[in-house]
T-cell receptor, first 114, second 110 residues
Framework: DAGVTQSPTHLIKTRGQQVTLRCSPISGHKSVSWYQQVLGQGPQFIFQYYEKEERGRGNFPDRFSARQFPNYSSELNVNALLLGDSALYLC?????????????FGAGTRLSVL | EDQVTQSPEALRLQEGESSSLNCSYTVSGLRGLFWYRQDPGKGPEFLFTLYSAGEEKEKERLKATLTKKESFLHITAPKPEDSATYLCAVYSGSARQLTFGSGTQLTVLP
Protein backbone atom coordinates (compact mmCIF):
# COMPACT_ATOMS: atom_id res chain seq x y z
CA ASP A 1 0.00 0.00 0.00
CA ALA A 2 1.23 3.48 -0.84
CA GLY A 3 2.13 5.66 2.10
CA VAL A 4 1.78 9.41 2.30
CA THR A 5 3.18 10.98 -0.87
CA GLN A 6 4.40 14.54 -1.17
CA SER A 7 5.45 16.60 -4.17
CA PRO A 8 7.74 18.07 -5.16
CA THR A 9 10.67 16.51 -3.28
CA HIS A 10 12.80 19.62 -3.48
CA LEU A 11 12.02 23.22 -4.37
CA ILE A 12 14.11 26.36 -4.72
CA LYS A 13 12.42 29.76 -4.63
CA THR A 14 13.48 33.36 -4.16
CA ARG A 15 12.24 35.82 -1.55
CA GLY A 16 8.80 37.23 -2.26
CA GLN A 17 7.67 34.31 -4.43
CA GLN A 18 4.77 31.99 -3.72
CA VAL A 19 4.90 28.20 -3.40
CA THR A 20 2.38 25.33 -3.40
CA LEU A 21 3.16 21.98 -1.84
CA ARG A 22 1.04 18.90 -2.39
CA CYS A 23 0.17 15.86 -0.30
CA SER A 24 -1.75 12.64 -0.96
CA PRO A 25 -2.79 10.76 2.19
CA ILE A 26 -2.83 7.02 2.77
CA SER A 27 -5.89 5.47 1.14
CA GLY A 28 -8.82 5.64 3.57
CA HIS A 29 -7.34 8.40 5.69
CA LYS A 30 -9.51 11.50 5.95
CA SER A 31 -7.29 13.80 8.00
CA VAL A 32 -4.17 15.62 6.81
CA SER A 33 -1.80 17.72 8.91
CA TRP A 34 1.08 19.95 7.83
CA TYR A 35 4.30 20.56 9.75
CA GLN A 36 7.41 22.68 9.29
CA GLN A 37 10.74 21.21 10.39
CA VAL A 38 13.78 23.43 10.62
CA LEU A 39 17.16 21.68 10.70
CA GLY A 40 17.94 20.38 14.18
CA GLN A 41 14.41 20.90 15.50
CA GLY A 42 11.30 18.80 15.79
CA PRO A 43 8.34 19.33 13.44
CA GLN A 44 6.15 22.33 14.23
CA PHE A 45 2.40 22.12 13.62
CA ILE A 46 0.95 24.37 10.90
CA PHE A 47 -2.54 23.07 9.99
CA GLN A 48 -4.86 20.12 10.38
CA TYR A 49 -7.75 19.32 8.04
CA TYR A 50 -10.44 16.69 8.47
CA GLU A 51 -13.22 16.05 5.98
CA LYS A 52 -12.18 19.20 4.06
CA GLU A 53 -12.56 21.47 7.09
CA GLU A 54 -9.81 23.18 9.04
CA ARG A 55 -9.58 21.56 12.47
CA GLY A 56 -6.51 23.30 13.86
CA ARG A 57 -4.02 26.03 13.10
CA GLY A 58 -0.57 26.53 14.62
CA ASN A 59 1.26 29.76 15.34
CA PHE A 60 2.11 30.70 11.76
CA PRO A 61 1.42 33.97 9.89
CA ASP A 62 -1.44 34.41 7.43
CA ARG A 63 1.04 33.96 4.57
CA PHE A 64 0.49 30.23 5.20
CA SER A 65 -2.75 28.71 3.98
CA ALA A 66 -4.00 25.24 3.11
CA ARG A 67 -6.96 23.36 1.79
CA GLN A 68 -8.19 19.79 1.49
CA PHE A 69 -9.91 18.43 -1.58
CA PRO A 70 -12.87 15.97 -1.88
CA ASN A 71 -10.39 13.12 -2.49
CA TYR A 72 -8.70 14.10 0.83
CA SER A 73 -5.48 15.27 -0.80
CA SER A 74 -4.19 18.62 0.39
CA GLU A 75 -2.20 21.65 -0.64
CA LEU A 76 -0.13 24.01 1.48
CA ASN A 77 0.44 27.50 0.09
CA VAL A 78 3.01 29.98 1.30
CA ASN A 79 2.96 33.54 -0.03
CA ALA A 80 5.63 36.26 0.08
CA LEU A 81 8.40 33.80 0.93
CA LEU A 82 11.03 34.79 3.48
CA LEU A 83 14.49 33.32 3.99
CA GLY A 84 13.23 31.91 7.28
CA ASP A 85 10.67 29.79 5.46
CA SER A 86 13.46 27.48 4.31
CA ALA A 87 12.69 24.13 5.91
CA LEU A 88 11.42 20.59 5.42
CA TYR A 89 7.63 20.64 5.07
CA LEU A 90 6.00 17.45 6.24
CA CYS A 91 2.52 16.13 5.60
CA UNK A 92 0.94 13.51 7.85
CA UNK A 93 -2.29 11.61 7.42
CA UNK A 94 -4.52 9.79 9.88
CA UNK A 95 -7.89 8.03 9.77
CA UNK A 96 -9.57 10.83 11.70
CA UNK A 97 -8.45 14.04 13.37
CA UNK A 98 -8.48 12.69 16.91
CA UNK A 99 -5.44 11.98 19.13
CA UNK A 100 -6.19 8.27 19.22
CA UNK A 101 -5.38 8.10 15.52
CA UNK A 102 -1.72 7.71 14.65
CA UNK A 103 -0.29 10.25 12.21
CA UNK A 104 1.81 8.76 9.41
CA PHE A 105 4.30 11.07 7.73
CA GLY A 106 5.45 11.52 4.17
CA ALA A 107 9.09 12.07 3.22
CA GLY A 108 8.56 15.83 3.02
CA THR A 109 9.30 18.67 0.62
CA ARG A 110 12.60 20.44 1.11
CA LEU A 111 12.06 24.16 0.43
CA SER A 112 15.02 26.47 0.00
CA VAL A 113 14.38 30.23 -0.20
CA LEU A 114 17.23 32.28 -1.65
CA GLU B 1 1.17 25.98 26.30
CA ASP B 2 2.32 22.39 25.83
CA GLN B 3 6.05 21.82 26.20
CA VAL B 4 8.20 18.79 25.36
CA THR B 5 11.88 18.50 26.30
CA GLN B 6 14.06 15.63 25.14
CA SER B 7 17.42 14.63 26.58
CA PRO B 8 20.15 14.09 25.79
CA GLU B 9 20.36 16.05 22.53
CA ALA B 10 22.85 13.53 21.18
CA LEU B 11 23.96 10.08 22.33
CA ARG B 12 26.75 7.87 21.06
CA LEU B 13 26.69 4.19 22.02
CA GLN B 14 28.79 1.18 21.22
CA GLU B 15 26.92 -1.71 19.60
CA GLY B 16 25.30 -3.72 22.39
CA GLU B 17 25.50 -0.89 24.95
CA SER B 18 21.96 -0.37 26.30
CA SER B 19 20.66 3.09 27.25
CA SER B 20 17.55 5.25 27.65
CA LEU B 21 16.26 8.42 26.04
CA ASN B 22 14.13 10.83 28.07
CA CYS B 23 11.07 12.88 27.10
CA SER B 24 9.72 15.30 29.72
CA TYR B 25 6.41 16.99 29.04
CA THR B 26 4.15 19.70 30.44
CA VAL B 27 0.62 19.55 29.07
CA SER B 28 -2.91 20.23 30.18
CA GLY B 29 -4.81 17.01 29.72
CA LEU B 30 -2.56 14.48 27.97
CA ARG B 31 -4.44 12.59 25.28
CA GLY B 32 -1.48 10.66 23.92
CA LEU B 33 2.33 10.51 23.76
CA PHE B 34 4.04 9.37 20.56
CA TRP B 35 7.54 8.21 19.70
CA TYR B 36 8.85 8.52 16.16
CA ARG B 37 12.13 7.64 14.50
CA GLN B 38 13.52 9.92 11.78
CA ASP B 39 16.35 9.04 9.42
CA PRO B 40 18.24 11.82 7.60
CA GLY B 41 16.26 13.28 4.71
CA LYS B 42 13.12 11.29 5.56
CA GLY B 43 9.87 11.86 7.36
CA PRO B 44 9.27 10.59 10.91
CA GLU B 45 8.39 6.89 11.19
CA PHE B 46 5.87 5.91 13.86
CA LEU B 47 7.14 3.68 16.67
CA PHE B 48 4.78 3.79 19.69
CA THR B 49 1.84 5.56 21.20
CA LEU B 50 1.13 5.63 24.96
CA TYR B 51 -2.06 6.95 26.50
CA SER B 52 -1.87 6.58 30.29
CA ALA B 53 0.73 6.54 33.07
CA GLY B 54 2.11 3.08 33.71
CA GLU B 55 1.64 1.95 30.12
CA GLU B 56 4.54 0.18 28.39
CA LYS B 57 5.05 -0.97 24.79
CA GLU B 58 7.82 -2.97 23.15
CA LYS B 59 9.07 -3.50 19.63
CA GLU B 60 12.22 -5.48 18.93
CA ARG B 61 15.03 -3.72 20.87
CA LEU B 62 12.88 -0.74 21.87
CA LYS B 63 10.64 -0.31 24.90
CA ALA B 64 8.64 2.83 25.70
CA THR B 65 7.29 3.69 29.15
CA LEU B 66 5.11 6.54 30.42
CA THR B 67 4.71 8.33 33.76
CA LYS B 68 2.68 11.44 34.60
CA LYS B 69 5.59 13.72 33.75
CA GLU B 70 7.90 11.87 31.38
CA SER B 71 8.44 9.00 28.99
CA PHE B 72 11.48 6.85 28.43
CA LEU B 73 12.58 5.03 25.31
CA HIS B 74 14.80 2.16 26.38
CA ILE B 75 17.13 0.68 23.77
CA THR B 76 18.47 -2.79 24.57
CA ALA B 77 21.63 -4.07 22.85
CA PRO B 78 21.42 -1.52 20.03
CA LYS B 79 22.76 -2.14 16.54
CA PRO B 80 24.20 0.39 14.06
CA GLU B 81 20.92 0.34 12.14
CA ASP B 82 19.23 1.86 15.21
CA SER B 83 21.14 5.08 14.51
CA ALA B 84 18.57 7.85 13.88
CA THR B 85 16.91 10.84 15.51
CA TYR B 86 14.19 9.81 17.95
CA LEU B 87 11.33 12.27 18.36
CA CYS B 88 8.79 12.47 21.15
CA ALA B 89 5.43 14.23 20.68
CA VAL B 90 2.35 14.88 22.81
CA TYR B 91 -1.28 15.54 21.97
CA SER B 92 -3.26 17.41 24.61
CA GLY B 93 -6.94 18.16 24.83
CA SER B 94 -6.27 21.87 25.27
CA ALA B 95 -3.89 22.40 22.35
CA ARG B 96 -5.57 19.91 20.02
CA GLN B 97 -2.34 19.53 18.09
CA LEU B 98 0.76 17.35 18.09
CA THR B 99 3.67 19.11 19.85
CA PHE B 100 7.15 17.69 19.21
CA GLY B 101 10.37 17.84 21.15
CA SER B 102 13.66 18.62 19.40
CA GLY B 103 14.70 14.98 19.33
CA THR B 104 17.66 12.86 20.45
CA GLN B 105 20.21 12.03 17.77
CA LEU B 106 21.39 8.47 18.45
CA THR B 107 24.57 7.06 16.92
CA VAL B 108 25.42 3.39 17.44
CA LEU B 109 29.01 2.53 16.61
CA PRO B 110 29.96 -0.98 15.38
Amino acid sequence: DAGVTQSPTHLIKTRGQQVTLRCSPISGHKSVSWYQQVLGQGPQFIFQYYEKEERGRGNFPDRFSARQFPNYSSELNVNALLLGDSALYLCASSLKGTPENIQYFGAGTRLSVL
Amino acid sequence: EDQVTQSPEALRLQEGESSSLNCSYTVSGLRGLFWYRQDPGKGPEFLFTLYSAGEEKEKERLKATLTKKESFLHITAPKPEDSATYLCAVYSGSARQLTFGSGTQLTVLP
